[in-house]
Every structure is written in C-alpha cells, then in structure tokens.
C-alpha cells in the first residue's frame, strides 16, 4: 500500500475512499467533474472563446499583448511577475501574523534542510558559483581593486622596469618584492 494515501472524505457526496495528500473527491465524482470539465471546455472551443496556445492576447492588468503560454495565463510575463511577488508578500503578511503557523513552518523548513543536508550544501555551493563573478565584479568595483590578467607586462611603481605578471595580485617586480 502506498504510505501517501489515507482515508478520506469526498466533499461531494461525502462517502470515504482512499487517496492521496490533496484528494477532495472520489474516483466517481472526480471523473463526473472531468467530464463537466470537457463539456465546458467543448461549449467554450464552438463558441470561440478558447485561447490556443502561442495564440495573441490582451493582458487584463496593463492590457498590452501577450502571447498564451498557458489555458490559465491571464497576465503578459512584467504583470505576471509583479502580480506572483504581490501574491507572495501576501501569503508572507498572513503567515506571519499567525505566529503558532509561522513557527510550525519555520520547523518544517528546518527539519526539511536537515534530512537533506546534502541537498542543501550542493544547492547552496550551485548559488555561490553562480554568483560569484558578478560578487567579485561588485567587490573589486567597490574596492577599487582590478586583477591584472596574467602574463601582461607591467611597469614596477618601484624600479619603473618593465616586468612580467605571473600572480593576480601582483604589483611589483621579482627584485622589489624580494627587497621588501
């Protein structure tokens, strides 16, 4: 038996039948709601009202044209960003003014990371070297500081003799650096 199903109660007819995490209906009236589904859907295609994908439409928020990616898409791909970070910052506002829930979920993501530990430091490590030409720009930008590419020639502060860089952080000459 399958350790995700449990007993649950359909929310239409309210007989008990067993299925998974998100199950809210029976086997019999989940396929009559599929069926009302398709009728619909059929009912939407004779009447024109359907949107084929790749199809061109009109964003409800700026009502730019976009083009359909999806049956449930209704923003082009600038609202639908805003309009996921507005739903988002919502969903953080009510978690957090439920301190009991925030708790628990602040738990699970605990527990979560540390039953996939290694997850987490493989996803952790992908991130860092991800961004870290664009850290080291900004650093380095911020510093002032610039890494001369090896194997350029440069003149020493020092001597003013012309010389090879072979480190990245390399300012002076063989000899300057020894009489240091």
């Known amino acids: 038996m399958n350790p995700r199903l449990s007993l649950k109660t359909c929310s239409t007819c309210k007989t008990e039948f067993m299925g998974g995490t998100r199950a809210i209906f029976c086997p019999s009236c989940r396929a009559e ?13 004779r009447a024109g009202t359907l949107r084929k994908i790749s199809s061109t439409d009109l964003c409800d928020k700026c009502g730019q044209p976009y083009t359909v ?9 600038i609202c639908a960003e805003i309009e996921r970070k507005s739903r988002q910052r919502e969903s953080h506002l009510r978690m957090q003014a439920d ?3 925030h708790r628990r979920m602040i738990e699970r993501a605990r527990a979560w990371a540390l039953s996939h530990r290694e997850r987490v430091a493989d996803a952790l490590r992908r991130s860092y070297l991800r961004n870290l030409k664009e850290r080291t720009e900004r650093r380095r930008s911020r510093t002032g500081l610039k890494l001369k590419p090896l194997g350029r020639v440069e003149i020493c502060p020092r001597c003013l003799q012309q010389f090879l860089v072979t480190e990245r952080n390399q300012r002076y000459c063989d000899g300057c650096r020894e009489g240091r």
């Open 99 to 101: 301190p009991v829930r």
């Open 69 to 77: 990616n999806g049956g449930y898409q209704k923003f082009c791909p």
């Open 33 to 45: 709601r599929i069926r009302q589904r398709d009728r619909e859907k059929h009912q939407r295609k």
